[in-house]
């Protein structure tokens, strides 16, 4: 069921108690009694735990798994998968200008995008009480996974043709998967650009926030959200820079100082963040989320565009008891 989605960041702003929006997909799992790799790659699975998630917490809207490895993979870089842990990128494809030049964009629908596609679609046929976000990698986060995290943060000052080069394929394709999306019946995208964080600002507005931007207004319209992630430390520093991006929501990691984000970012936009979702909702204990995310709240809560948040998405082993008490928690603040 499609969402007006600028009438819905505008009620979410405007309304007195806010629904929480964690980035929790892969918990799920463990209601499905299933492993992470037996979910990546069944449509049908992965969609089911998207249902089962939404079944189970009274989250703003649903989140698909934040597999960052995905798109790398389908341009040709091997990973390694988990029972229990979310893929990672072995390796890199692009070392020198030549292998950029020669890199291939690959077809929507190739490798697993298919698989994730194909369960999104599935989970909007059943998901119709909240809208449903698909998640993807962020232009310049992906270009790190062809090159290397290390030698893409050099090559930027190094080899910027390069970089620029891959950054240009990498956006190309991310548009059209984004469009793919569209067409399944998602409601919006949550994109995720954490390697930009660790940019310097003048290197982020070069090699992030153009690409960035250009994501934004190849998708967004009034019925589709853009939600622009970064984890970064450095974000706070690139507030401006990020506004330009042009997304109706912005995410932040618990490295980020949420309160200094909104103190920077526009009023319009929905500001999301940001307990942290491996020292809390892994490794934390009911207790101890519920004073964290009581915490958080009551700091931000005076700024109407802010919404409760992970950091970042929730491990696969983090647990319900944790999971719970988070949900617990804002219930108990907004009442």
Not at 61 to 70: G, I, N, P, R, T
Not at 89 to 117: K, Q
Not at 140 to 157: D, I, K, P, T
Request: aromatic share 8%; proline share 5%.
């Amino acid at each position: 069921m499609k969402h007006n989605m600028r009438k819905w960041v505008r009620d979410t702003i405007a309304a007195g108690k806010k629904q929480a929006l964690p980035i929790l997909s892969f918990p799920g799992v463990q209601l499905l009694g299933k492993t992470v790799k037996e979910v990546i790659n069944d449509s049908a699975l992965y969609a089911e735990g998207l249902c089962k998630v939404s079944g189970r917490v009274p989250s703003a809207a649903a989140v698909s798994f934040m597999d960052l490895s995905l798109e790398a993979e389908c341009f040709g870089a091997a990973i390694r998968t988990f029972d229990s842990e979310v893929p990672t990128v072995v390796g890199s494809l692009i070392e020198e200008e030549e292998d950029a030049e020669a890199l291939s964009v690959p077809a929507v629908g190739s490798g697993r995008t298919g698989v994730t596609l194909e369960a999104v679609r599935l989970a909007c046929g059943r998901i119709t009480d909240r809208p449903v976000f698909a998640g993807i990698i962020g232009p310049f986060s992906l270009a790190g996974r062809l090159m290397g995290v290390s030698e893409a943060l050099c090559n930027c000052l190094e080899e910027p043709d390069m970089v620029h080069i891959t950054l240009k394929k990498c956006t190309e394709f991310l548009i059209e998967y984004g469009r793919a999306f569209k067409a399944a019946g998602a409601d919006g995208i949550v994109f995720a650009e954490p390697l930009a964080g660790v940019l310097s600002p003048a290197l982020a507005e070069e090699f992030s926030t153009p690409y960035c931007r250009q994501l934004v207004e190849a998708l967004q319209d009034d019925s589709f959200l853009m939600i622009y992630h970064n984890c970064g430390a450095s974000a706070e520093k690139m507030a401006d820079s990020l506004a330009s991006v042009g997304a109706m929501a912005y995410h932040f990691g618990n490295a980020v100082s949420i309160k200094e984000m909104l103190r920077k970012m526009p009023e319009d936009v929905l500001v999301l963040g940001n307990v942290d979702p491996t020292g809390e909702l892994r490794n934390g204990t009911p207790e101890s989320v519920r004073e964290t995310t009581l915490g958080i709240l009551k700091e931000c809560s005076s700024h109407k565009n802010f919404v409760i948040s992970t950091g970042c998405d929730v491990p696969p082993a983090a647990g319900w008891d944790n999971i719970d008490a988070f949900f617990s928690a804002v219930e108990e603040f907004y009442s």
